[in-house]
């Protein structure tokens, strides 16, 4: 109840908006003055009236604490070490998650991108180390989760560790007639997952002698005077060349 009082034109009716940590769409409140009492008046038909068309008011209390989600990589899928398959293709799935409101489907677009901070020789490459099978998945309403699926390819080129991004670029509704709010993402760096290929094929190589031998395994040599009495051993790097190698050796009578 409010009082105006004689000559009085103007008073307030306070509404509070009470704050709370639920995900919640836009909410109505219609505030409705109901009667108007004039004090020490005889005749009640001649006291004040309300306006029929003016009486109600429509508060509306605005989407809040993300209604429709914050999109972001799970944690264990933000930074991910993966082995080159021998033989056939692998997959892998990684994870984006939906906190906070789940009202309405999500489309979350996808991007690979090389890893710039990353040397060239340990930046891995789009459909010749890996490929992505949807660069746009859902997640439905009221579901807190999609997967994401990677295919990681073989191949028989020594290589080192080689990463690469998988990048959140935007989310959208599925169903455009969606109108209030939006969903978001989570903050930035969040958007970002990190694929490392772990280092395969023996990139820094595989060594041993060069020689040739007799039927028994042996390499023939032959004593001679200086200075032809010094016998050669070539040793191979196969594989991978990468680094630089110190490899040891002993002689031992057998």
Known sequence: MVTFSEG???TTITVTVLADSVAEMAETVMVILTKATTMNIKDPNKGAILDPSRSKALLTILPNDSPHGIIGWNVNSSSVKVTEPEGNSTIIT???TREQGLVGDIAVYLQPLQNISLPPVNRATE????A???RIIIIRENSMFAQVKLIILPDNIPELNEGFLLNITDVQFV???VSSGSPMLKRPGEEIC???ILENDDPR???QFNVTKTVNGAVLAYEVPPPQNVLRLPVVRQAGNFGIITVYW???PI
Request: proline share 0%.
């Open 205 to 207: 190589g595989v060594f």
């Open 194 to 196: 990190e694929i490392t």
């Open 250 to 252: 002993e002689a031992l």
């Open 94 to 96: 990684l994870q984006v």
């Open 8 to 10: 009085q034109t103007l």
């Open 127 to 130: 459909n010749e180390d890996y």
């Open 132 to 134: 992505i099978k949807d």
């Open 175 to 177: 169903n455009t007639s």
